[in-house]
């Protein structure tokens, strides 16, 4: 079964980092996408950042605006996601998905797995 399970949440001030990671267990296929959502509390779930691996799709939410970077590393299986100059706009619970590719990365309908999801809370 393929599992997915995200960490690296907590609190920080506005202005911080944070690095949230995913650590994803039998995946098998190779045409694929992978993406970090967030959803905040009273709000619907957003996609933050999602790539695909058969055309090399990419997709950056527009408050990402470049504060934020999706990385991974293939020999660990581990997806992450590097956050900077954080805004308390931010806070949010965090997941990290997968699915088998499909046209458009940012919709939470395509995909079929998800990590457990893992709070960011940016407050002073």
């Known amino acids: 079964d393929v599992q997915l399970q995200a960490s690296g949440g907590g609190l920080v001030q506005p202005g911080g980092s944070l690095r949230l990671s995913c650590a994803i267990s039998?995946?098998?296929?190779?045409?694929?996408?992978i993406a970090w959502f967030r959803q905040a509390p009273g709000k619907g779930r957003e996609a933050v950042l999602c790539?695909?691996?058969?055309?090399?799709?990419?997709y950056s939410a527009p408050f990402v605006k470049g504060r934020f970077t999706m990385s991974d590393d293939n020999a660990k299986n581990i997806l992450y996601l590097q956050m900077n100059n954080l805004k308390p706009e931010d806070t949010a619970t965090y997941y990290c998905?997968?699915?088998?590719?499909?046209?458009?990365?940012?919709?939470?309908?395509?995909?079929?797995?998800w990590g457990q999801g893992t709070l960011v809370t940016v407050s002073s």
């Open positions: 998905a997968l699915a088998s590719a499909k046209d458009e990365c940012q919709n939470d309908y395509d995909y079929d797995y």
């Open positions: 790539a695909g691996s058969y055309d090399g799709q990419l």
């Open positions: 039998g995946f098998t296929f190779d045409s694929h996408m």
